[in-house]
């Protein structure tokens, strides 16, 4: 069964607008998620890592007032998409490192269409 | 700095062929190595990784990999494909001492019945 869940599946929203995306490990407590991005047709890139109580830790070139990562419990952490664009209509997953440490589980990943 | 290579964007094999997806690294320590496949709108799936011991891996859905220290490879191989085989499939790289996950630009492979 899925490890990790992601909600919404899908999003529309207006530009300007913000929208929320969830991620909830299932099986373990996790103290860190990463987020990924991707565009149609390329890799994953990288976000941030969330980390449970704590600032999440961006990758170089991303905006972090943009891409607000909350990661409350140490099984949900949330990315909002504050006053959205065009340009960031992409799919949005996250992921978790399981108990064994050397495992990462991707969740089922969330597409945002930004009119 | 970790870096992945998947020098094939697409890899096209005949139904119940041996099939071999290329995956090279470059890590500065020890390599945790990884595949995942991804099917159309869908988030990634675990299929099998390296971390240390034997060199010949296997996973889910009848795939295996093989860990080439000297050529800094981990090839994705399975004996007989299936058309259900057909997605996206990324090689990834974590290095020992880091969390994330660096990923290959990915390989499509189709497989034709």
């Known amino acids: 069964g899925a490890v990790v869940s992601q909600h919404p599946s899908w999003v529309i929203c207006k530009s300007g607008t913000s929208v929320k995306i969830e991620c909830r490990s299932l099986?373990?407590?996790?103290?860190?998620m990463f987020w990924y991005r991707q565009f149609p047709k390329q890799s994953l890139m990288l976000m941030a890592t969330?980390?449970?109580?704590?600032?999440?830790?961006?990758e170089q070139g991303v905006e972090k007032d943009k891409f607000l990562i909350n990661h409350a419990s140490l099984t949900l952490s949330t990315l909002t998409v504050t006053s959205a664009h065009p340009e960031d209509s992409s799919f949005y997953i996250c992921?978790?490192?399981?108990?064994?440490?050397?495992?990462?589980?991707f969740g089922e990943g969330s597409w945002l269409t930004v009119v | 700095a970790q870096s992945v290579a998947q020098p094939e964007d697409q890899v096209n094999v005949a139904e119940g062929n041996p099939l071999t997806v290329k995956c090279t690294y470059s890590v500065s320590g020890n390599p945790y190595l990884f595949w995942y496949v991804q099917y159309p709108n869908r988030g990634l799936q675990f299929l099998l990784k390296y971390i240390t011991g034997d060199n010949l891996v296997k996973g889910s859905y009848g795939f295996e990999a093989e860990f080439n220290k000297s050529q800094t490879s981990f090839h994705l191989k399975k004996p007989s494909a299936l058309v259900s085989d057909s997605a996206l499939y990324f090689c990834a790289v974590r290095d020992g001492k880091a969390d994330k996950l660096i990923f290959g630009t990915g390989t499509r492979l189709q497989v034709f019945p």
């Open positions: 969330s980390n449970e109580g704590s600032k999440a830790t961006y």
């Open positions: 992921s978790v490192r399981g108990n064994s440490g050397n495992t990462i589980y």
């Open positions: 099986d373990f407590q996790a103290t860190t």
